[in-house]
């Protein structure tokens, strides 16, 4: 495991979180500084979707549609963290929450698993109606 996410949790409809992923070691030759950092979730027995990313390039964001508006991805390249500030928090937000990292220096912020190469081990988030 080369990325650690943290800040889950189990709150109600309506609250707030704020995940953290740290990135303490990286692939031989690759930064933080130049990588793109996205969260994925995985609910059970769903597949594993983007939720939002963080550029290395200016920190451009780019956010899944369910959730535009209420989720905010920052990061802090002198800390090697991206953190994610989730509020107005649904049921169906409830999932195991992962940073990844493309550590590749690409430009673009992808949405796909594959175009990751670092992950964390997640971290639950539980919303109860």
């Known amino acids: 495991v080369q990325l650690q996410a943290s800040g889950g949790g189990l709150v109600q409809a309506g609250d707030s979180l704020r995940l953290s992923c740290l990135a303490p070691t990286l692939p031989p030759g690759r930064t933080f500084s130049r990588s793109n950092v996205a969260w994925f979730r995985q609910a059970p027995g769903k597949e594993r979707e983007f939720v939002a990313g963080?550029?290395?390039?200016?920190?451009?964001?780019d956010y899944a549609e369910s959730v535009k508006g209420r989720f905010t991805a920052s990061r802090d390249n002198a800390k090697n963290m991206v953190e994610l500030q989730m509020n107005n928090l649904r049921p169906e937000d409830t999932a195991v929450y992962y940073c990844a990292a493309d550590t590749t220096g690409l430009s673009q912020i992808r949405r796909e698993v594959v175009g990751f190469d670092t992950w964390g081990q997640g971290t639950q988030v539980t919303v109860s109606s």
């Open positions: 963080i550029g290395w390039i200016g920190g451009r964001t």
